[in-house]
């Protein structure tokens, strides 16, 4: 007789467990106040006009002066005004800190640019990526020619760093997507492509012996 007790407590026990352990949800959840429960997604580093004039005031920028966890390489220029462009004049004299990469690492530098830039820039840097595709793609005007350009290939390296930070004309800003580190990567592939395409000359000096016979 006295084992019943035992079973039956047992009994409610593996139930209560069962039952307890079950994610089947017979009604839906419902909160409170949403707004807070589920925050709105803001871009990084992008404006937002109704944060601005809002009592929030945040505009998605970091605090002047302050360098996130883990950075390396902080660029020293912020982005120009309206209708300035000192910053992107000055970035002019920005060199890339980092070394020239190895094989191995310029492989990394190229995946780099292949995820964030050959979109639009193309896999052989001449501007021909799936967004133009020869004028057919879904965008119309067609993005700039990395190589065979001669205009972005004499541009520094710091100002092509500005660009890819702050956006430039029609391109957007890569800030927020990749770290300083990876922009410096990035412009290295640029280069290295940029270096294979210039066509080499002969610097042989003339013939003394032949130019004195004619």
């Known amino acids: 007789m006295k084992k019943l007790p035992i079973l039956s407590l047992l009994l409610v026990v593996?139930?209560?467990?069962?039952?307890?352990?079950?994610d089947v949800k017979r009604e839906p959840s419902r909160n409170y106040m949403p707004d807070m429960w589920q925050s709105r997604a803001y871009e990084t580093y992008a404006p937002h006009k109704n944060l601005e004039d809002s009592q929030i005031h945040y505009t998605n920028?970091?605090?002047?002066?302050?360098?996130?966890?883990?950075?390396?390489?902080?660029?020293?220029?912020k982005r120009d005004g309206v209708g300035?462009?000192?910053?992107?004049?000055?970035?002019?004299?920005?060199?890339?800190?980092?070394?020239?990469p190895d094989t191995l690492r310029l492989k990394e530098s190229e995946r780099l640019y292949l995820i964030h830039c050959g979109i639009c820039h193309g896999t052989k840097l001449d501007g021909n990526g799936p967004l133009y595709k020869d004028g057919s793609g879904p965008y119309a005007a067609?993005?700039?020619?990395?190589?065979?350009?001669?205009?972005?290939?004499?541009?520094?390296?710091?100002?092509?760093?500005?660009?890819?930070?702050?956006?430039?004309?029609l391109m957007g800003p890569y800030g927020?997507?990749?770290?300083?580190?990876q922009r410096w990567q990035i412009i290295h592939y640029i280069k290295s492509k940029q270096a294979?395409?210039?066509?080499?000359?002969?610097?042989?000096?003339?013939?003394?012996?032949?130019?004195?016979?004619?």
């Open 14 to 22: 593996v139930t209560g467990s069962i039952v307890s352990c079950s």
């Open 61 to 77: 920028m970091p605090v002047s002066g302050t360098i996130k966890r883990g950075e390396i390489f902080p660029f020293p220029l």
């Open 84 to 100: 300035d462009s000192s910053n992107y004049i000055g970035s002019k004299q920005i060199v890339n800190p980092l070394p020239m």
């Open 142 to 169: 067609k993005p700039a020619t990395l190589v065979g350009d001669a205009k972005y290939e004499n541009m520094p390296e710091g100002q092509m760093f500005y660009s890819i930070t702050y956006g430039k004309n």
């Open 176 to 181: 927020s997507q990749l770290s300083t580190t």
């Open 196 to 214: 294979k395409s210039v066509p080499k000359t002969d610097t042989a000096a003339p013939d003394s012996t032949a130019t004195a016979a004619k």
